[in-house]
């Protein structure tokens, strides 16, 4: 990488001719990069996300964005080895890098994937189900999440310059918002790399992306109340950014996520001699090395049973010697360095006033020689191992070393063990390695009160673990207290952290209109051609069918019943039917199911290809023999299904929901489900 001025990107041009703060490469020590010198004009910056991007995002809507998603997606995954050349200088092995680049490009095909799956065509989110309000079902409520037409600004932390930007991008793009996204400096000329790919592509509208490279300026006193802020740093800076007087004042979300002394706990129940201990030695030694120890998610404490001490520390010991570090360019290097002198010099500060109360294990006194080229001028640092004594006293419960770093703490028993869990005053993660599940559900109640996520390891669980340190897309991560109070990722959770709540009330007709989806006792559209015959472009929600009705006799419970092996009493037991609720034989339900099916399906080849499942089934009314039953068929919602790029072959289609509400001759509720079904289109539009 040659040494060049990297630059900000504000109202759709890049910024910054002027060298200004030299970027060191981690491994060498060599300048890599620097950093602009030119002024940043914020206002400009916020008019032209306001005026500009939210306008275009605002156009589309929640499928449309994850279409882009999938395709930046895919379009930063083939120049992925672009942005692995430059992560090296910032000390991360390609394993590092990886999950930092393919983590992050992974995280936006995770959220193309929900929104396409779980978002509808539109920009209103319906959060339902929708409650009465009043007797006759006149008068409705419920909840919808829509955009919230503001600014998210994104401020990120060194160790993840990819990953940490595109984990939050992806959501809040999903959500309609544009992103002011603020790397930290030490690591910028990375999440300039991939800003720079995400420009070219073409694929993000105008200023729903700007970049800042350096410091903010007065960017906070422009914010107003539909914007939101989000962080991921030490808990120091979050308590200062977060109490600015302008996130006060307008009471605009700010979203920490801090570095915190996450801990894991070999159980009491393991021996040396069970697969889970070898199974902890290797996830506390990985959680050590890996980024070289530079994840806010890292396994700061390590808790054991004090009659384990020794055989945990000399099992540590001798795998952490094993690992190699150094330039990640030399065959068999294993760890690389930390980010910058500065971080270095901070993990000394930091091991230095530990280890006053430690014993200190191992350390780069045992022999550390970093491999490779200039590698002294470099910011690498060994892997360090201590040991407190006086476990419920020790610093390490709030003195943290960055780094490749952790602290045994002896425990008596497994109380003991979870109360020490709990010193670290609210962290990311958490780990308990035990055989026993009864352990695991004592640990869990404590645990999940102080930690955003927990991992429970045994042998099982070894066989498919991604692993301690492993925010998934699908799994919230974030965690209370020390490690910021808030969260981020788990899946839709995260979209609607940047969409705004609001319960509306109304009649089903006009809750139908807001939502996109009928609601019971809405008005529908009486269709005079079957639904089932139509396209999916051609089906509108409400469009209804109301079926002809079927008499329910003996024989048709008799043949259910030999069909499908159910012999229920309550269907064959004229005697015990009658000393039951009530008080007669009654039909199957899944016979009710499969008649209403036959009501309301159209059986000539059409439009619709499959049943794609059922949800939110509920039996209400029994059906008794000699009872008439009837269906009423509505279009409930509709998803525009994503193309599969790798079935090109594929019918182009949608999924429509359909309320199915089974009556008696009473006009009773028999039975109430939706039904998924899989529509063709007409065109592959």
Request: aromatic share 6%; charged share 20%; net charge neutral.
């Amino acid at each position: 990488m040659a040494v060049s001025t990297i630059q900000s990107y504000i109202a759709g041009r890049w910024i910054g001719a002027t060298a200004a703060k030299p970027l060191a490469s981690a491994i060498n020590g060599r300048v890599v990069a620097h950093t602009h010198e030119e002024a940043l004009d914020f206002a400009e910056a916020m008019s032209f996300a306001r005026s500009t991007a939210l306008p275009g995002l605002l156009r589309t809507h929640f499928q449309d964005r994850a279409r882009v998603l999938k395709a930046l997606a895919a379009y930063l995954l083939e120049r992925k080895e672009a942005l692995y050349a430059v992560s090296a200088h910032t000390g991360a092995t390609r394993a590092d890098s990886w999950i930092d680049i393919e983590g992050g490009i992974g995280t936006l095909f995770a959220y193309a994937s929900i929104g396409g799956k779980d978002l509808p065509s539109s920009n209103v989110l319906h959060e339902g189900p929708p409650m009465r309000l009043g007797a006759d079902n006149h008068f409705i409520g419920s909840h919808v999440l829509v955009p919230r037409r503001g600014v998210a600004l994104h401020i990120n932390a060194f160790n993840f310059p990819v990953w940490g930007m595109l984990e939050k991008f992806a959501p809040s793009f999903l959500a309609g918002m544009p992103c002011l996204v603020k790397p930290a400096t030490a690591t910028s000329y990375v999440a300039e790399a991939c800003v720079r790919l995400i420009v070219e592509s073409g694929l993000v509208p105008a200023g729903a992306l700007q970049l800042i490279i350096g410091g903010t300026g007065d960017l906070f006193e422009r914010l107003d109340e539909a914007d939101v802020v989000t962080f991921t740093g030490s808990a120091d800076t979050a308590l200062t950014l977060k109490a600015h007087p302008n996130l006060l004042q307008r009471s605009i979300p700010f979203n920490a996520e801090a570095d915190s002394l996450n801990c894991a706990i070999l159980a009491p129940d393991v021996t040396p001699d069970d697969p889970e201990f070898e199974l902890f030695i290797k996830e506390v030694a990985r959680e050590m090395t890996a980024k070289a120890g530079q994840k806010c998610t890292a396994i700061r404490r390590t808790l054991v049973p004090r009659h384990l001490t020794d055989a945990v520390a000399t099992a540590l010991k001798a795998r952490l010697s094993r690992t190699v570090v150094g330039d990640p360019a030399v065959e068999g290097v294993r760890m690389g360095a930390l980010a910058s002198k500065a971080q270095q010099a901070d993990v000394a500060e930091r091991v230095a006033q530990l280890s006053a109360q430690c014993e200190v294990l191992l350390s780069a006194s045992d022999g550390f020689a970093p491999k490779g080229e200039g590698v002294s001028g470099g910011a690498f640092f060994a892997p360090t191992l201590l040991l407190a004594r006086n476990s419920a006293t020790s610093d390490a419960h709030h003195l943290e070393a960055f780094g490749p770093v952790t602290t045994l703490l002896p425990y008596g028993d497994f109380d003991e063990a979870l109360h020490l869990a709990t010193l670290g005053r609210g962290s990311l993660v958490g780990t308990v390695c035990t055989k026993t599940p009864a352990l695991a559900a004592q640990a869990v109640p404590t645990f999940a009160a102080w930690h955003g996520r927990m991992l429970v390891l045994d042998r099982e669980a070894a066989l498919e673990n991604t692993g301690h340190g492993s925010p998934l897309p699908k799994l919230k991560h974030g965690g209370p207290g020390r490690a910021g109070g808030g969260e981020e990722l788990g899946g839709l959770r995260a979209v609607k952290h940047y969409l705004q709540r609001c319960a509306v009330q109304g009649s089903p007709t006009m809750i139908s209109a807001v939502t996109g989806e009928y609601q019971r006792g809405g008005a529908v559209t009486e269709s005079e051609v079957h639904p089932f015959r139509r396209h999916f472009e051609d089906v509108e929600v409400g469009m209804s069918l109301l079926t002809h009705r079927r008499t329910v006799g003996e024989a048709d419970i008799v043949a259910f019943g030999g069909l499908s092996g159910d012999y229920f009493y309550m269907h064959f037991d004229e005697v015990a039917a009658k000393d039951s609720p009530f008080g007669r034989r009654i039909a199957h339900g899944y016979f009710v199911l499969s008649a209403a099916a036959g009501l309301f399906v159209s059986p000539a080849p059409g439009p619709v290809l499959a049943n794609y499942g059922l949800e939110n089934l509920r039996f209400v009314t029994p059906v008794a023999i000699g009872d008439t039953i009837q269906a009423r068929l509505t279009a409930k919602r509709k998803i525009d299904r994503l193309p599969r790029g790798d079935r090109p072959e594929e019918v182009p289609q949608g999924v429509i929901g359909w309320d199915v509400a089974v009556t008696n001759q009473r006009g009773e509720l028999c039975a109430s489900y939706e039904i998924l079904t899989l529509v063709a289109k007409r065109t592959a539009g």
